[in-house]
Nanobody, 116 residues
Framework: QVHLMESGGGVVQAGGSLRLSCVASGSISSIDAMGWYRQAPGKERELVATVSSGGDFFYDDSVKGRFTISRNGAKDTLTLQMNKLKLEDTAIYYC??????????WGQGTQVTVSS
């Protein structure tokens, strides 16, 4: 099993920055892809960004050029640097990992609120 703990959420003014972190523990040697999702009030959870074990990155169009996802070599820490935050970025952000062969784990979520 894999346990995920997120941190770094908070309240920030539009245009500001936040850095989210996700620390994984447990069976981390079998972790493959890692990513961030978010869920705004009244909306479905959506993919924000992912990084594969091979270092391939994916970003949703809405965050390209503003957010940067990264992971350390030990696969136990995932970060999301969020710059130029917009009101529409307000959501609960969740860390997600794929444990091989096919099990997904979720963190408890961290709230990001962007104010005007």
């Amino acid at each position: 099993q894999v346990h995920l703990m997120e941190s770094g959420g908070g309240v920030v003014q539009a245009g500001g920055s936040l850095r989210l972190s996700c620390v994984a523990s447990g069976s981390i040697s079998s972790i493959d892809a890692m990513g961030w999702y978010r869920q705004a009030p009244g909306k479905e959870r959506e993919l924000v960004a992912t990084v594969s074990s091979g270092g391939d990155f994916f970003y949703d169009d809405s965050v390209k050029g503003r957010f940067t996802i990264s992971r350390n070599g030990a696969k136990d820490t995932l970060t999301l640097q969020m710059n130029k935050l917009k009101l529409e970025d307000t959501a609960i952000y969740y860390c997600n990992v794929l444990q091989l062969p096919s099990t997904f784990y979720w963190g408890q979520g961290t709230q990001v609120t962007v104010s005007s």
